[in-house]
């Protein structure tokens, strides 16, 4: 079914809802996860001679796990022994996030063993180890909870409501850059080096490009599940994209850090006067936008601290390439939007 907004998902019958209230306890939890997650993260790179998992920053991290894990615990469980099948304990949008949570303690304990026998990974090799992206991948299922439980529920605009779904992509957003930061425009500013990187600015394409996908299919992850995008989506998925991983070179680059940020709020103001009047348009506003905005802000932090090196030709281009890129995915989007259960 292809209409002007993307359909919503029904809670299958004897399934409780969950509460925005509910849901807020386990964003704000996702929160404490992913700033542990950054704080290891700034560790790894500022205490080189890390050769243990028990540290204090792998304390906070899954510190935030646990109190993550008891915010899924189904309500039915607090209050004693619940009634009914099991599947009818859980609020629906739940299903995933408690099976992130048996996966992330799965792999803490590969984790743990695989950094006994191997040592402690640094740089690349620690994003790309193995129990590391099993870690990834719970957290996901875990953070991005309070969305499902929103689209689950048919829940309406309104500010109370779309807080946890945005701390929910925040963290979610969050969690994807900081496994992606080796290819992060917005850490590196690759536009004001000519020779960055060993692949030179087509190294720097290929930063814009991954990270453009990023911002724009997380945005556009919320609009199928919720047909609609909350008002400030995509300040947030920027911000969670551009800022927080300065964690690993100290800020260098903070100017273009933070004028994504004035591109972005741009862009949520396109797209809320789009859905309002051609609602249809939506996920192709979402998909041009993003990259036409935020990189057109990022390059102005750029030459306003370190100076654009690229030629006209080359900055301008890669707006223009992002930008399609993300008109297609918008396009994809709308065209696959289809009635979808939520687990």
């Not at 894990?69 to 099948?85: E, F, K, S, T």
């Not at 743990?112 to 090799?125: F, K, Q, R, S």
């Not at 249809?280 to 601290?305: E, M």
């Amino acid at each position: 079914m292809a209409t002007g907004t993307a359909a919503h998902a029904t809670t299958a019958p004897g399934r409780p809802a969950s509460t925005p209230r509910r849901d807020l306890a386990v964003a704000l939890a996702a929160l404490w996860l992913t700033g542990g997650l950054y704080l290891d993260g700034w560790a790894h790179v500022h205490v080189p001679e890390l050769e243990t998992f028990f540290t204090p920053w792998h304390g906070v991290l899954y510190s935030g796990y646990a109190a993550l894990a008891v915010a899924l615990v189904p309500a039915a469980l607090w209050r004693g022994r619940p009634a009914g099948p099991v599947g009818d304990w859980v609020p629906a949008g739940y299903g995933p996030g408690l099976l992130g949570a048996v996966l992330f303690a799965a792999g803490g304990v590969v984790d743990m063993t695989w950094h006994t026998l191997l040592g402690v990974e640094a740089d690349l090799e620690a994003l790309l180890s193995p129990p590391h992206l099993l870690l990834l991948t719970a957290g996901m299922l875990m953070v991005t909870t309070p969305v499902r439980a929103a689209a689950a529920r048919r829940a309406a605009p309104s500010p109370a409501g779309d807080l946890p779904v945005l701390l929910s992509m925040l963290s979610a957003t969050g969690l994807a850059a900081f496994f992606l930061n080796y290819l992060s425009p917005f850490i590196d500013a690759p536009a004001a080096f000519d020779s960055y990187g060993d692949g030179g600015p087509t190294f720097g394409l290929a930063q814009h490009l991954t990270f453009t996908t990023l911002v724009v299919a997380a945005t556009l992850f919320t609009w199928t599940r919720l047909g609609r995008v909350p008002a400030g989506l995509i300040t947030v998925v920027v911000a969670a994209a551009a800022v927080p991983a300065g964690v690993f070179n100290d800020f260098e680059h903070l100017a273009a850090q933070l004028w994504p940020l004035a591109g972005a709020a741009l862009a949520d103001a396109a797209v809320r006067w789009t859905a309002a009047r051609r609602p249809h348009l939506t996920p192709l506003t979402v998909g041009a936008a993003i990259p036409l905005l935020v990189w057109t802000a990022h390059l102005i932090g750029v030459q306003a601290s370190l100076e654009v090196a690229w030629s006209v030709e080359l900055w301008s281009g890669v707006v223009v390439l992002t930008t399609l890129a993300g008109a297609v995915l918008g396009i994809l989007a709308g065209r696959a939007e289809q009635p979808r259960s939520v687990g």
